[in-house]
């Protein structure tokens, strides 16, 4: 089955640091009834605005890390085998569907290409689910939302979304938050004083410059986090950056050499 999580109505909203004027676009959506796409590099703060968001309107959430294997059955349902008789289960669309909740699809081109052809008529005015097993056609309770995002910098010709997909949905776009939106958050999030994550930013702005020479991806906000929870825990700064800045962006020997140059002209 896929892998998914849900949070409360009602839940105390994740810590999340606007950018510009994403939260009032994300809510004019919501009240329209209009599903959302969000685009942008990964660990740039895409699946935490969901969450805020949805904590913020009082809605429940699903959120589906969308893969290879997922299938348009992992999300709408399946009959499965219980106490010796088959019994219906529905996935965690159709429960947001059923619900009035927001179904978040994190990274949605991962996913067959079945699981869009499903997503059709809850993205336009139907906002209807068809479960072909059931027979059932399910009209979306008022409160459903539909929001997917992805990374197109990280696409290749076999993994897109198709135009007819993407202009179902309102579109944001997402980046790394600048340096004066990432000090705060980096500090909120890991306790680390202000000065030294400064550098740490720095550094993950430098590292970002390479994408797409030395590197697939730049370095996200959430590997800046972790780095300076390493040392607020203790961990000494250059073994910190080490393991959480720069062994998780490459396996290159040479290209890890020349990220620890960069470490050495910002920390010394």
């Known amino acids: 089955m896929n892998a998914h999580n849900t949070m409360k109505e009602g839940a105390e909203a ?18 329209a009834d209009l599903p959302v796409l969000l685009k942008g590099p990964t660990g740039c703060g895409k699946t935490r605005f969901v969450a805020h968001m949805a904590a913020r309107l009082g809605r429940p959430l699903y959120t589906v890390a969308c893969h290879d294997d997922l299938s348009a059955a ?14 219906w289960v529905d996935g965690p669309l159709t429960r947001a569907v059923r619900e009035g909740a927001i179904c978040y699809l994190d990274e949605v081109v991962e996913a067959r290409k079945d699981v869009t052809v499903v997503l059709h008529p809850l993205t336009d005015d139907r906002r209807i689910l068809p479960i072909d097993r059931t027979g ?8 459903f939302m539909l929001v997917a995002s992805y990374n197109p910098g990280y696409q290749n010709i076999l993994k897109t979304l198709k135009p ?7 579109a944001m776009e997402f980046d790394f938050p600048r340096p004066e939106h990432e000090v705060p958050v980096v500090v909120r999030e890991s306790g680390l004083s202000e000065d030294l994550v400064r550098n740490l930013v720095r550094l993950a702005n430098k590292l970002r410059g390479l994408k797409g020479q030395d590197l697939e991806e730049g370095v996200s906000t959430r590997l800046v986090v972790y780095a300076a929870t390493l040392i607020k825990n203790g961990m000494k700064l250059e073994r910190a950056i080490e393991t959480a800045m ?3 962006l ?7 050499r020349g990220l620890r140059d960069l470490v050495t002209a910002i920390f010394g």
């Open 74 to 87: 992992d999300l709408i349902g399946r009959y499965l085998l219980k106490g010796g008789e088959t019994v």
């Open 250 to 256: 490459s396996d290159d020997a040479d290209v890890k």
């Open 246 to 248: 720069i062994e998780p």
């Open 164 to 170: 007819s997909t993407r202009q179902r949905f309102v």
């Open 14 to 31: 994740p810590f999340y640091l606007p950018q510009g004027d994403e939260c009032a676009i994300f809510e004019a959506a919501a009240a």
């Open 136 to 143: 059932e056609e399910l009209e979306a309770t008022p409160g």
